[in-house]
Structures are given as structure tokens and as C-alpha cells.
């Protein structure tokens, strides 16, 4: 009996280091932030004054009236997706849950907050625009309102790259069309997205190798500059429009 007791008290024991040591190493691995990530973000901001942008409640940086302005931030993941933005299966991609909001930095009106998912090596695009209806109803003036238009597709198959010609594009209030080569090697296939439906994209949205993606610019009813992107394998073609 004294050896059988003698011997549970030692598993006892070897239960009780390993169980620390598992503590240990997974607060050496919070403490070397495995648990965190980095995810791209674009701020758009198309209200009269500049805004300060904040992730969960941390201020992520400044954005200027009618500018876009790229963010990097480091967010505790989630969970993980294995489905690409395209709907293929892929190796798992680290996840963030976030709360947005703005706040301008004239009147100190503060937004609501906009919950979004944020997902590794995909940008996310924020929209700050002026909360007009508010600003009627409360008799002051209009407080910012967040949204997140879209995302795009931030990743290539191995030895695929893609460059779009051009620069950035800006229309006038009466809207028009425009294109953009794309730039790859052959075989090499890419896809196409609108983040704002006054951004349409006219013909093929897809295809491989070298080609070409036309675009048409709704007219601006709105009263406001506006800004949309389109997202073409990975690379960002940013379209102004004026009022």
C-alpha cells in the first residue's frame, strides 16, 4: 500500500509540472505576441475636418479631409478562416474581430462603432462620411458615420504577381469610364472587385495572363467627394470622384 500511495503521489507530482509547464510556455507565447497579428486596413475620410480613427478602442492614427490613408494594426486573433476571399480553400489565415469608429477632430463628435472582421494579408477599407440625416435631426452639425465597403483579395498564387498600369484615377461629378492594364505572367490568374456600387466594373472581371478591366464611374448625386476602390489580384486602384 505505502508503494502504491508513494507512486500516485508521483503522478500526482508529474501531473502538476506539466500542467505548469503548459502555463508557462503559453504565457511565453502571449508575452512574444504569437497570438497577435498585423492587419491592413485603408481609411477613407470624405468629411469637411480631419478624424482620428480608433480599433477597439485605440487610436490607430489621423486622416486628413477628402484623403486615404493606409493603417497597419496589431489585433489578438479570433480564429482562423481556410476559405480565401475568392471562395477557394486555402491554408488557414489568422482572423481579428474589430470595432471602428472615428471621431472628428474640429467638433469631437464621435461616431458609432462598426464591428468588422478583419482577416491576415487582406486589406480592409473604412469609409468615413458625414452623418447628414443626424446632423438635420439634431440641428448641428453633421458627426461622422463609419462603414467598411469592402475587401480585397491580398495574396497570389506562388509565383504569380500581378501590377496594374497607371496611377490612381480622378472623375468629375458627371462620372465617366476608364481601364487599367493588368500586368502578370502568363497562366497566372486574377479576379476583380468593386468596393462601392457607383464603381462598377463593365465586361470581363477575371481572367489570366495579361489583360484589361474597364470601368464605369456613376455621376455624383451626393453633394460629397467620394472615393472607391478596385481590387484587382492584390493590387489596389484607388478611383476620386468629385462633386
Given at each position: 500500500?505505502?508503494?502504491?500511495?508513494?507512486?500516485?503521489?508521483?503522478?500526482?507530482?508529474?501531473?502538476?509540472?506539466?500542467?505548469?509547464?503548459?502555463?508557462?510556455?503559453?504565457?511565453?507565447?502571449?508575452?512574444?505576441?504569437?497570438?497577435?497579428?498585423?492587419?491592413?486596413?485603408?481609411?477613407?475620410?470624405?468629411?469637411?475636418?480631419?478624424?482620428?480613427?480608433?480599433?477597439?478602442?485605440?487610436?490607430?492614427?489621423?486622416?486628413?479631409?477628402?484623403?486615404?490613408?493606409?493603417?497597419?494594426?496589431?489585433?489578438?486573433?479570433?480564429?482562423?478562416?481556410?476559405?480565401?476571399?475568392?471562395?477557394?480553400?486555402?491554408?488557414?489565415?489568422?482572423?481579428?474581430?474589430?470595432?471602428?469608429?472615428?471621431?472628428?477632430?474640429?467638433?469631437?463628435?464621435?461616431?458609432?462603432?462598426?464591428?468588422?472582421?478583419?482577416?491576415?494579408?487582406?486589406?480592409?477599407?473604412?469609409?468615413?462620411?458625414?452623418?447628414?440625416?443626424?446632423?438635420?435631426?439634431?440641428?448641428?452639425?453633421?458627426?461622422?458615420?463609419?462603414?467598411?465597403?469592402?475587401?480585397?483579395?491580398?495574396?497570389?498564387?506562388?509565383?504569380?504577381?500581378?501590377?496594374?498600369?497607371?496611377?490612381?484615377?480622378?472623375?468629375?461629378?458627371?462620372?465617366?469610364?476608364?481601364?487599367?492594364?493588368?500586368?502578370?505572367?502568363?497562366?497566372?490568374?486574377?479576379?476583380?472587385?468593386?468596393?462601392?456600387?457607383?464603381?462598377?466594373?463593365?465586361?470581363?472581371?477575371?481572367?489570366?495572363?495579361?489583360?484589361?478591366?474597364?470601368?464605369?464611374?456613376?455621376?455624383?448625386?451626393?453633394?460629397?467627394?467620394?472615393?472607391?476602390?478596385?481590387?484587382?489580384?492584390?493590387?489596389?486602384?484607388?478611383v476620386n470622384q468629385t462633386v
Amino acid at each position: 500500500m505505502p508503494s502504491s500511495a508513494a507512486a500516485v503521489l508521483q503522478r500526482l507530482r508529474l501531473s502538476t509540472g506539466l500542467l505548469a509547464s503548459g502555463l508557462a510556455l503559453a504565457l511565453s507565447l502571449a508575452a512574444c505576441d504569437l497570438f497577435h497579428s498585423d492587419f491592413d486596413i485603408a481609411v477613407g475620410n470624405r468629411t469637411a475636418n480631419t478624424v482620428s480613427i480608433f480599433a477597439n478602442g485605440k487610436k490607430i492614427g489621423e486622416v486628413g479631409s477628402n484623403l486615404t490613408t493606409p493603417f497597419t494594426v496589431e489585433e489578438s486573433r479570433t480564429g482562423e478562416t481556410t476559405i480565401d476571399t475568392a471562395g477557394s480553400p486555402t491554408a488557414p489565415i489568422p482572423v481579428a474581430q474589430v470595432t471602428f469608429a472615428a471621431q472628428d477632430m474640429t467638433t469631437g463628435a464621435l461616431s458609432a462603432g462598426v464591428a468588422a472582421a478583419l482577416v491576415k494579408d487582406v486589406t480592409t477599407y473604412v469609409d468615413v462620411t458625414p452623418c447628414v440625416l443626424v446632423g438635420l435631426i439634431s440641428g448641428g452639425s453633421a458627426p461622422p458615420c463609419v462603414s467598411v465597403s469592402s475587401v480585397a483579395t491580398g495574396s497570389q498564387a506562388p509565383g504569380c504577381t500581378v501590377s496594374l498600369s497607371g496611377s490612381d484615377q480622378s472623375f468629375g461629378a458627371t462620372g465617366g469610364t476608364g481601364n487599367v492594364s493588368v500586368n502578370t505572367s502568363t497562366g497566372c490568374a486574377w479576379s476583380a472587385t468593386s468596393s462601392a456600387s457607383w464603381l462598377t466594373i463593365v465586361g470581363a472581371a477575371s481572367g489570366t495572363g495579361t489583360g484589361v478591366v474597364r470601368y464605369q464611374v456613376a455621376p455624383n448625386s451626393t453633394g460629397q467627394a467620394r472615393t472607391a476602390f478596385l481590387s484587382i489580384g492584390g493590387q489596389t486602384l484607388t478611383v476620386n470622384q468629385t462633386v
